[in-house]
């Protein structure tokens, strides 16, 4: 079946570091990944998402990696702010429009 | 736009108690979502609905009921609450066909059951 795992459940970085999130996945047959950001209180937010025909995609101070043949799944993030602290979460979807979201890792930037 | 709402923000019940948590969306998105998250956990999917009229089971769907007689709306009603009902609800919504699964949450919902 399908599942998201992460390797890590927390991170904690200092302010200007560039923060690694990692991700594993199961599925083979997915073929589109998402993060998300979660502040503590609020709902999940859309941070970048890819496609399983990309391996790697751009955004503001983010990037996801994608490594089909390994599973793995990462979102880097370039100088770390206090903003920046949050859960991030992974997801993954398969064959429906159905969404399956890995546990998340608690990111913690330090002064 | 005001995205996804959702009501109440926090309720508290008592066990075998039932209640009716709302969710609307003024995205015009023809999916819609409920999750619930434990503490510390990730998301895990109740019920979801493709367009007006169509409901399934998520991954955890008992104890729950669903409806979605509008586009906008899609409200989960928790029958005789239990315990381990406790947790944080969240009702999300996507749009189909722009090659983007994105799904926007709403703010959530905090329940206590005791």
């Known amino acids: 079946g399908e599942s998201v795992g992460l390797h890590l459940p927390t991170l904690s970085v200092q302010e200007g570091d560039n923060s690694i999130i990692n991700c594993a996945y199961s599925?083979?047959?997915?073929?589109?990944f998402i993060w998300y950001k979660q502040e503590s209180g609020k709902g999940p937010q859309f941070i970048i998402d890819?496609?399983?025909?990309?391996d790697k995609r751009q955004g503001q101070r983010v990037t996801v990696l994608l490594n089909k043949t390994v599973k793995h799944l990462s979102l880097q993030i370039a100088a770390t702010q206090p903003g920046d602290s949050a859960v991030y979460f992974c997801?993954?979807?398969?064959?429906?429009?159905?969404?399956?979201f890995g546990k998340g890792t608690k990111l913690t930037v330090n002064p | 736009n005001a995205g996804v709402t959702q009501t109440p923000k926090f309720r508290i019940l008592k066990i075998g108690q039932s209640m009716t948590l709302q969710c609307t969306q003024d995205?015009?998105?023809?999916?819609m979502y409920w999750y619930r998250q434990d503490p510390g956990m990730g998301l895990k999917l109740i019920y979801y609905?493709?367009?007006?009229?169509?409901?399934d089971k998520g991954e955890v769907p008992n104890g729950y009921n669903v409806s979605r007689s509008t586009t906008e709306d899609f409200p989960l009603r928790l029958e005789l609450a239990a315990p381990s009902q406790t947790s944080v609800y969240f009702c999300?919504?996507?749009?189909?066909?722009?090659?983007?699964?994105?799904?926007?949450f709403g703010p959530g919902t905090r329940l206590t059951v005791t």
């Open positions: 999300a919504s996507s749009s189909t066909g722009k090659g983007s699964y994105e799904q926007y």
């Open positions: 599925n083979s047959a997915s073929d589109y």
């Open positions: 890819i496609r399983s025909n990309m």
């Open positions: 997801a993954e979807k398969g064959g429906s429009e159905k969404l399956v």
């Open positions: 995205m015009n998105h023809n999916y």
């Open positions: 609905s493709v367009g007006a009229g169509i409901t």
